[in-house]
């Protein structure tokens, strides 16, 4: 668990980063920003950079703030941020329930946001959250910027729309209207662990009404994705136990989950109906 | 959690005519001497120690199951400029393989393991070559370059399996061993009812925080091999490996150093070791090997993995008329240093704490394509206590009775010591010291409120939640002999120093010696320092396992101090003091004349600088307030105990979650009552693991699927419930002058039998639990079968 020799590039500005990345990303090089997934693939030999590109350095990297309706998520944006709301909206309060089953005290006090959504990673909170709100990757390069929007950023197991010069720079998050609620649950073995199945669900509460329902699944397919025939399930009607019970069946008949040695399809398929459900009778505003 | 004294005893009774009788630190749970260095980053375990022009050896180890070595590439690495050097099986052909300790069971050695593999690997894992750098990062470098060419051979992964072939015309069933006593086919023809179990323990084991590592180099002024890194046993296995690499035992010492967790693993005799030492020897410079935790996980000893089939024979009153055992032991892919001792505790052990009038188990113990099995904390016993204690919780439903009442009918009888069963175990007879299992069951049922909880339990479950009890008896053996000895030295600052051949595993060994070593001799337990674990200051030693180093070294602490404390008295009485030695007595640290209270003492270390070499000390005798001491027991002493888990099911899931556990235990004399304690929740926090999350997968190639803590699951201070701990005392040892039993395996011998009892319970399907650990995904299971097979 020694990681092999690799030359270390610290970048002090956003536009040096995308100079070192350009330079070195054909050469095998990565940018690393908490490393918490980076570094153990390279403990383990499961990774061989030969160059990483260090932003921990860039100032404006480490910024989230609102902007024109987003919540704009800047690159090295530590997942600790979110322990405490980020902005005082419905959304600010979701993300800081989310964050608390990202592993563990310590991993979230140097993972990044922004790296999860580069990782992509099946079970990763933040690309359930991402992919379930619609966020919107913003990707600098030394040939410019631009947006990729989360329906066209996951391309399977931890693997996403960005090109290797590519940087994500930033993730802008729609806001959560007024009147909004959502809920997450996840189930894992033990307190902190890669989760087997998660949801996220939220709506838009009408007069007692869900409108603009939005149901996503993470840790069952090779990537988070809103379940479409679930959600129109919820239109126009009450939040009940009976439709949150259709909507969870409408999820688990329309999953395709993965199996590994530990987890079958079937186990998978039956947790991520428990999960939606729970996940809407959790919803707070 | 929450500590309770010993409940039998009041202040200052003892029993056992024991020759000192006050009592201060003794019984006491006075605060631990060994860890300020700890708790301060001044520990010395083997990472943190280097020497100059240290070389760094990595292992290259097989990534086939089985499989004939064609060819070993080491070229590669060898043009590496870092590379000082490479073996393979090739270059250390002279090496035996590594011994196993003396046993009466036939036919293991063929199975024994080379340093480094010659015609076969047999696990995923087994060392192959060896590279040896300056730099541990380049060591790692030129393990990569290592590549092996073999031809892949069919996988055994189960003991259940039909045998195949270990080597040619070598059967990989190694042995099958027997047990009986009684007349076993009577009792299963005379029965009202014969209840079987048929249960499974999955393949788990100890994982200490400090991975294994040792540091090992040639003195060249006294010409001594050095090695360190080595806890356990560092006497016995000092002499295994000097007779492996051809050294004379006195030329070789094994320094122990700080250990971070032993738990019957580490401390092992493993190949890595000796090749660590044959190195040092053969480059004569230092060699610096520190395994990482992926290595760890593949190569330490695993444990556990055993299939019991157990029946037995009832009267009508459900009471035991003979029990007939099968078990089938995954011993992995070869025999390590215990032989064949697992499955013999195993068997030895099943019939517990009952009355078994006729008994016979056979054990087939088979080899596997996995990592060798070993010993792990309580081994054989968590296996077998919860075989037994399935079966009587079976027998329970067999004949309508309560789980409680199934157990009293059967448990033996307090006037019954000592009681003796026909049969050996580790090719000792079994003869349990004392017990009073009705009274520990009385206490600890009243002291935990079984009532109220079974209460508060029905009025959950009326409220919809799945919620259950269940309990797991069991007795431990301890104190395994025959003898030990210790060296107390009292310097001229009045200054203690116990050297122990005992080895400190994180379970507070000095604090332990110091108190009885203190109460012996009459001074202040914090001025008392304790040595251990290293071979050159102790001519013999039997180091830290099976639950003996209390009692075993503790005895031998106690007789040392003792015979130091004697020599000081007659001393002073002849040559310091006008006073017959009955006058006289030692207080805090100072020889004081009893008749006459007040008056000004004459400090331990005067009496130490009076002993100093001088014609009238060696005419009194020798010099120095030094003396040995020695303690031989008359037996192995036998705690027991009694588990009880209060868990929830999530049915949705199949998630379990552990709400309460207690544990009553009989422990005979508790030295240290916080750190008896302390034994028990960190050994409750190892079987939670065994019963609900740890697990060695592998595929069906024999790829080990859990190499990591992301897939080898332990529980952590999130999964781990209150534990509250009765200690009681009400049947010490006879064995022993204080009464003292052992403590290090008390808290997880029955924590798989409670927790699979509580499961039933909380599901309401009686013998449900079968295997664990209990996964969700095998609980959802059981629960999905249940309601389709009642619809």
Redo the contacts between chains.
Sequence with gaps: MKAGSFEWHPARSADEAVALLAEYAPQDGRVIAGGQSLVPSMALRLAFPAHLIDINGVEEFSRVRVEAGELVVGACVRHAAFHQPVEPGPLGRLLSRVVHDIAHWPIRQRGTFCGSLANADPASEWCLVAATLGARMVARSVRGTRVIEAADWFHGIMTTALADDELLAEVRIPLLPTGSRAGFYEFSRRAGDYALAMALVAWRDDGGRMREGRIGTGSIEVQPRRIATAEALLDGRPASAEAFAEAAAAVSAAVDPLEDFHTSAGYRRDLIGTAVRRAFEQAGD | MSAHGPSSLKPGERHNGDANPRRRFVGQSVTRLEDPPLVTGRGTYVGNLNFPHQLHMRVVRSTWAHAIIRSIDVSAALAHPGCRGVWTGADVADIPPITFRPTSVKGLEPYRQYILARDRVRYVGEPIAVVFAED??VA??LA?LVTMDAEPLPVILSADAPPGEFAPGLSTEAVVMRKAFGDIEAALRDACKVVEVDVRVGRHSGVPMENRGALARIDHSRDVLECYGQGKRPHAHRDAVAALIGRSPASMHFYEGHIGGGFGVRGEIYPEDVLTCLAAQRFDRPVKWVE???ENLLACNHSREQHHVVRGAFDRDGRLLGIDAKLWHDQGAYVRTHGARVPDMAMGTLIGTYHVPAYRTVGYIRMTHKTPAATYRSPGRFESTYACERLMDAAAEAFGLSRIEIRRRNLIPKDAYPYARAMDILDHPVELDSGDFAGLLDKALVHMGWEQMQAEVAARRAGGECVGLGMGFFMEKSGLGPVDGAKVTVDTRGKVQVITGASSIGQGVETVMAQIAADALGVEYRDVKVIHGRTDLLEYGIGSHASRATVMTGGATRMAALNVRRKALEFAARHMVEAPVELLDIVEGQVVRVDRPGEPGIPLGKVAAALAPSPETVAFGNPGLTAEGWFETAGMTHPYGIHTALVKVDP????VKVERFHVAYDIGCAINPMLVEGQIVGGVAQGLGGAL?EEF?Y?ERGEP?SV?F??Y?M??I??MPTVDVLLTEDAPSPNNALGMKGAGEAGITGVGAAIAAAIDDAIGIPNAITRLPV???RL??LLQEQRAGRT
């Design positions: 541990p990062y790692e470098d990569d990482d935790r992926r949705e899931t199949g998630q999350y997968v595929d699927l990591t992301a897939d699951l529980p952590t999130g999964e996964t969700p995904q959802k299971a």
